[in-house]
Nanobody, 126 residues
């Protein structure tokens, strides 16, 4: 079992940056594939980014490619989502997720992830 706790959300102006953090506790942090999803009001949860650390492959949604970056600090059991050049359409609750066995073809499916954080609100004002 693993617990995930996100932080770092807030209010930022268009073009600004935020860095979200996701602290994991429980089993060995490094064994998981990790991802970020987001959900805006009235919409379904949307894939943002995922990474399989074992093979070093990252997957990004087209809408965030070139602006968002996933990284981690094993010593701190923390995964980060660096978000730059933020747009109003990035406004959402952002969720951190961990997968015991992420299949490359399904990285964008929320059902592939076994553990979820509670979410952190990101609001981009124009």
């Amino acid at each position: 079992q693993v617990q995930l706790v996100e932080s770092g959300g807030g209010l930022v102006q268009v073009g600004g940056s935020l860095r979200l953090s996701c602290v994991a506790s429980g089993r060995t942090f490094s064994s998981y594939a990790m991802g970020w999803f987001r959900q805006a009001p009235g919409t379904e949860r949307e894939f943002v980014v995922a990474k399989r650390w074992d093979i070093g492959i990252s997957y990004y949604a087209d809408s965030v490619k070139g602006r968002f970056t996933i990284s981690r600090d094993n010593a701190k059991n923390t995964v980060y989502l660096q978000m730059n050049s933020l747009k109003p359409e990035d406004t959402a609750v952002y969720y951190c997720a961990a997968s015991d066995d992420l299949h490359d073809g399904n990285y964008y499916r929320s059902s592939e992830y076994d553990y979820w954080g509670q979410g952190t609100q990101v609001t981009v004002s124009s």
